[in-house]
């Protein structure tokens, strides 16, 4: 991955043993994989079998998208990939803060739930620095929970395969990393061995699904029914078992029960072993707890940067966080999972400040402060709070400790 992932009617056919629509009757299925993912193995495997089980001829392939992006997958490349090329993408990562719902693609249940763990390196005769220095994968769900560690040092990486090796090669105590890559790394390097525990985040877990595009009902019921079908008699537990999340990555570490884009950021050293360390790229955002007791509507913003806000957004954050803020291959910037009712896991100055510093993915901060901050005004309206006659600045947005509950539209 680097997890940078993300791809992406005939309602009255949805029934059992319903029959292939034309375009699929005459020749194989094209399935394709996500290119580098660490799970392509598996997912080639599973998508052999399920589309066996539904008797359906199929060809899988990695080569479906171009790759040549460092932030993510958009809705149109998805859409390119399954037109022209692949009529599925197997592999597809969803979870509660990412699901790509506002990307018009279609979905099977997932046939794996994994997520990002934390691992140390057990044997060996690395030496393990004095420091907490935590590996893990630049801009993707890895580096969201990483960062907000505390009293940490990071040492941010390319891939999850780099990721993995400097934790082996003793540059940090622990990396963050997305199950999967554990697996394809330890196949890849059998004497190397590591203890997983879990880790506390909204964007940790993540499922492993099939994903179709919307005229394709009539294909996804009758995958829908393979993986049931493979799930009941033991054939899809038989495939998935050495890439299920072991009993100790349901268990969080002791130190990261709390969670969330607190009242930072507070800026923390940056160690990296890669190109990164001269880019400019750091380990931006430790966050304090969130004060719960704070209250209020949140700084005030105008109508006029929310619309610019919207434009900017479009162009700089769409791509990966999705153009109705649902998520894509980044986690969605609306709803409960970003901005619930109550109890509100993050405030609105954690939320500005790590923006600020570490988006767009492809390029940190490229944007002006008050740019960011007609994106926020955007943000919070979206999330149900009101525009106002006062501009929102950078200033007031990163300094404001306010939960960011969601508020209900009127």
């Not at 005229?215 to 995958?223: G, H, N, P, Y």
């Not at 160690?271 to 400019?280: F, I, P, Q, R």
Request: glycine letters at 8%; hydrophobic letters at 40%.
């Amino acid at each position: 991955m680097k997890p940078r992932l993300n791809s992406f009617a005939v309602a009255s056919m949805l029934m059992a043993g319903a029959a292939l629509s034309p375009s699929f009757a005459s020749a194989d299925v094209r399935v394709c994989t996500f290119p580098g993912s660490p799970s392509a193995t598996l997912d080639r495997a599973v998508a052999q079998e399920a589309f066996r089980t539904a008797g359906i001829a199929v060809t899988v392939t990695s080569g479906a998208f171009d790759g040549s992006d460092d932030d993510g997958v958009s809705v149109k490349e998805l859409h390119r990939a399954l037109g022209k090329r692949c009529d599925v993408i197997a592999g597809f990562p969803r979870s509660s803060v990412a699901d790509a719902s506002g990307s018009k693609l279609r979905f099977s249940p997932g046939y794996l739930r994994s997520g990002y763990v934390s691992i140390t390196a057990s044997g060996g005769s690395a030496l393990r620095p004095a420091e907490d220095i935590v590996a893990a994968t630049y801009a993707t769900p890895a580096h969201l929970i990483a960062v907000q560690e505390h009293n940490v040092k990071l040492d941010l990486e390319s891939t999850p395969e780099q990721t993995i090796a400097a934790l082996a090669a003793g540059h940090a105590r622990r990396a963050i990393v997305w199950y999967p890559a554990v697996v394809a790394y330890t196949l890849a390097h059998p004497q190397e061995r590591f203890a997983i525990s879990g880790t506390t985040s909204p964007y940790a877990d993540w499922h492993l699904v099939f994903a179709f595009e919307q005229k394709d009902a009539v294909l996804q019921q009758r995958i829908d029914s393979a993986l049931a079908r493979m799930k009941a008699d033991g054939r899809l537990a038989a495939l998935t078992q050495h890439w299920t999340l072991p009993a100790t990555a349901l268990a969080a570490r002791p130190d990261t029960a709390e969670f969330g884009y607190r009242d930072g950021p507070v800026r923390l050293a940056a160690v990296s072993t890669n190109e990164l360390a001269g880019s400019g790229v750091a380990a931006r955002g430790a966050f304090v707890k969130v004060d719960a007791s704070v209250g209020g509507d949140g700084p005030s913003f105008d109508s006029a940067q929310v619309k610019h806000g919207k434009s900017l957004y479009s162009s700089a954050c769409a791509k990966c966080h999705g153009a109705d803020l649902k998520g894509l291959n980044a986690p969605a910037l609306s709803g409960p999972a970003f901005a619930p009712a109550a109890h509100a896991h993050l405030t609105i100055g954690g939320v500005f400040g790590y923006m600020s510093t570490n988006m767009p993915a492809d390029r940190p901060g490229k944007l002006k402060d008050q740019d960011y901050a007609d994106i926020m005004a955007f943000l919070l309206y979206s999330n149900g709070y009101t525009a106002g006659t006062t501009k929102l600045t950078a200033d007031s947005a990163k300094s404001s400790t306010t939960p960011l509950n969601g508020k209900a539209q009127q």
